[in-house]
């Protein structure tokens, strides 16, 4: 059975058990964030004194990479016990007196603002959140907290990289070397976020190395383009732990080994990237993600990063059994957990809106 939410306090846990919910459609899943607010009443105009309550949320969208408090805010209410009219729900399950039970309520002239502390949202579950309220005579309010949403080819502003504190010219590396391929330099910062915590020293078990996280099959992909970038002879063929020591010994470093080079490690990551896109751009592999529902640049943003993950075939094999449901593949069950926080990562990093667009995918 699978666990449900988690609201972690400074000494309380609460988990929810009940019926779980499948992963469901995509477009289910991501919507589309430029057409939600119409779709989501916490997007309404501003409230008069005849007008139902408003719902916001902070953050605006579900954060799957880290703990963090979350809060509902509850605009026009009247009540003198607002909390008597709020129904909340998690995978169909109320769980609204268990999480008033952890709440930290502050109560208005007009609103109340509800704080849940340290919010804990699996990555490799789905999580349907919403949230209703209605007063006596008053016609109901309904809102959805959404998961993040994200797109390859939206050029995105990087805006933070909470909770990581890298280097200023990582970011700037990144803002110069993805838009000439056309890739938003939100999605390589959160790549990079999940493959290394922005450490360029990184080391995998599978011998992945550097920022993006290389690993030797990567390299073979892009290193004929880059044949110029310094390579310490038959670092591949050495076990995990020596390549570590060697790394942190100083004996490897970014003038001997290129996936210690920050500038060459995020220019290899864009290029890999690109290779997987070229992939699933060919007429045999493109016309498999037609078949698939939702908006296609989020859904081909879920193939190339579950791609980098764990390898074109390997995903191309989950959509033909799974179809819609592809990320739900047993053979994907790490590549599920790795979309959806990479996701998340560029959601939060970034503006809430594109300055600009890229061309679509298809």
Not at 16 to 21: I, K, R, Y
Not at 22 to 44: C, Q, W
Not at 264 to 278: E, H, M, R, T, V
Request: with cysteine.
């Amino acid at each position: 059975m699978l666990k449900y939410l988690i609201i972690i306090c400074a000494s309380t846990t609460i988990s929810c058990a009940g019926p779980t919910s499948p992963f469901g459609a995509i477009n289910t899943l991501l919507p589309d964030s430029r057409v939600e607010a119409e779709k989501n009443p916490s997007s309404t105009p501003p409230f008069t004194v005849n007008e139902p309550a408003n719902i916001e949320f902070y953050p605006r969208r579900q954060l799957l990479h880290q703990n963090k408090d979350f809060k509902i805010i509850i605009r026009g209410i009247r009540a003198e016990s607002p909390t008597d009219y709020l129904k909340i729900q998690y995978n169909h399950l109320d769980v609204t007196h268990k999480l008033l039970h952890v709440a930290e309520i502050s109560q208005h002239d007009n609103f109340i603002e509800l704080t849940i502390p340290r919010l804990h949202l699996p990555a490799n579950h789905y999580n349907d959140i919403k949230v209703s309220y209605q007063e006596p005579h008053q016609r109901p309010t309904h809102a959805t907290y959404f998961p993040p949403s994200c797109r390859v080819y939206d050029n995105s502003v990087i805006e933070n990289t909470e909770p990581f504190a890298p280097p200023k010219y990582f970011i700037q590396l990144i803002e110069t070397f993805a838009p000439r391929e056309q890739i938003n330099p939100s999605v390589v910062a959160g790549i990079i976020a999940q493959e290394s915590g922005f450490d360029p020293k990184a080391v995998s078990w599978a011998k992945a190395i550097g920022l993006t996280q290389m690993t030797p099959l990567a390299e073979q992909q892009i290193i004929d383009s880059y044949d110029h970038y310094p390579r310490y002879p038959n670092l591949n063929r050495y076990s995990y732990f020596r390549i570590k020591t060697l790394i942190n010994s100083g004996k490897v470093n970014e003038n001997e080994e290129w996936r210690l080079n920050p500038s060459y490690s995020i220019q290899g990551g864009i290029a890999f990237l690109k290779y997987i896109d070229n992939y699933w751009r060919l007429p045999r592999n493109a016309h498999i993600l037609k078949q698939l529902p939702g908006d296609p640049n989020v859904v081909y943003s879920q193939v190339l990063l579950a791609s980098y993950n764990s390898g074109p075939a390997r995903v191309k094999y989950a959509i033909k059994r799974k179809g819609a449901r592809w990320l739900l593949d047993r053979k994907l069950q790490e590549a599920h957990k790795y979309v959806n926080r990479v996701f998340s990562y560029c959601y939060h990093f970034s503006f809430q809106e594109p300055a600009k667009e890229y061309v679509n995918a298809f």
